[in-house]
């Protein structure tokens, strides 16, 4: 059985910095990758970022490029999304999860394991 626990969100001042981990429980596959999605009240569910296990290679969407930044240590199962520079409209429940496909997936539909997610409030 795979689970995902996300933490290290909170209320921050649009400017500061969060660091979110997701701690992954259950094997590991060389063709697994995580990623980080977001839901604001009344919205879709939107990619975020997202990572290769093995590889680091890493995937963002537009609206966090050079704000945010994914990382993982497979050692400790556990992948990291540190967000600087936030704004009012990150605002959202961040939730994390995995999947297994060869190329990285801007689609929550490729992802079969999904975090209970971490709620981010950035404040005007």
């Known amino acids: 059985q795979v689970t995902l626990v996300e933490s290290g969100g909170g209320l921050v001042q649009a400017g500061g910095s969060l660091r979110l981990s997701c701690a992954f429980s259950?094997?590991?596959?060389?063709?697994?990758?995580m990623g980080w999605f977001r839901q604001a009240p009344g919205k879709e569910r939107e990619f975020v970022a997202a990572?290769?296990?093995?590889?680091?290679?890493?995937l963002y969407a537009d609206s966090v490029k050079g704000r945010f930044t994914i990382t993982r240590d497979r050692a400790k199962n556990t992948v990291y999304f540190q967000m600087d520079s936030l704004k009012p409209e990150d605002t959202a429940v961040y939730y994390c999860?995995?999947?297994?496909?060869?190329?990285?997936?801007?689609?929550?539909?490729?992802?079969?394991?999904w975090g209970q997610g971490t709620q981010v409030t950035v404040s005007s």
């Open positions: 990572i290769r296990w093995i590889s680091g290679s890493t």
């Open positions: 259950g094997r590991t596959l060389s063709g697994y990758n």
């Open positions: 999860a995995g999947g297994q496909f060869v190329v990285v997936v801007p689609t929550a539909a490729a992802y079969s394991y």
